[in-house]
């Protein structure tokens, strides 16, 4: 389990990260367009189960809250300005739930400032990725990230069977916007809200991490394939 101790210096980390991206000349730019190849890359790989509706939600928050190119500085903000009463106030496993989802994107922008360099301005398509993707190498992190995902996941679907813990969020939702701390809120909530909605997570997850790792393993082969295809519902 993630130390919430950590939380502190996750944070730190990541605005050292976008310090440095912002200081480096066209980073900003390279990394906006890798992370928007990324994006499509994850809709083409998880398109067929957008065909069941349970999935949707859940598939939406990964790819938004957790993985995707979205602007997370509000959220950041919110956690920094909070972290002494979240601490105090917050039960652990949302703490533990938030350094999780922290250390992910601190992950993620590590690994993909390297891979934007790596593509040296490039146009990025699947061999420019793939040749990107191997150059960089570090599996032991790409397993991190795959494993990260899986996990927070794995507590969601745990923590939305509790009646007390919507409770508590629920109770919550009024303070934490009066407070300042919406952003922190809402992520939280919607996390809740899309593993409630899909029910047992299990099926999802456990192919999240076969593709994810089989595609990990394809592209630190040198094998660009799997970023094009669409996965058949067979496989889900």
């Known amino acids: 389990m993630t130390h919430t101790r950590d939380l502190d210096q996750l944070l730190e980390r990541k605005l050292r990260l976008e310090e440095r991206a912002t200081a480096a000349a066209g980073s900003g730019m390279r990394l906006t367009a890798l992370r928007s190849w990324q994006a499509g890359r994850l809709e083409r790989t998880y398109a067929t189960l957008r065909r069941q509706e349970r999935y949707v939600p859940a598939l939406d928050f990964f790819l938004a809250d957790l993985y995707g190119p979205g602007d997370f ?34 992950l993620t922008l590590d690994l ?3 891979m934007a360099a790596a593509l040296d301005g490039h146009d990025i398509d699947a061999n420019t990725y793939a040749a990107a993707y191997r150059s ?43 407070a300042g701390f919406g952003a922190l809120q809402e992520f939280l909530e919607r996390g809740f809200q899309a593993f409630r909605r899909m029910g047992n997570a299990r099926d999802l997850l456990a192919t999240i991490m076969r593709r994810e790792t089989q595609i990990m393993s394809s592209l630190l082969r040198g094998d660009a394939s799997p970023l094009l295809q669409v996965v058949p519902d067979a496989d889900a």
């Not at 007390?164 to 009066?178: K, N, S, T, V």
């Open 73 to 106: 500085s509000r959220r950041d903000a919110d956690l920094r300005r909070a972290l002494a009463p979240l601490k105090r106030a917050l039960p652990a496993r949302l703490l533990d739930l938030l350094c999780m989802a922290i250390e992910l994107q601190v």
């Open 112 to 114: 993909d400032e390297q």
């Open 136 to 178: 960089v190498g570090r599996p032991q992190d790409r397993r991190r990230q795959i494993d990260l995902i899986v996990r927070i996941g794995q507590d969601l679907d745990e923590l939305v069977r509790q009646p007390w813990m919507r409770l508590a969020l629920r109770a919550a939702h009024m303070p934490a916007h009066l």
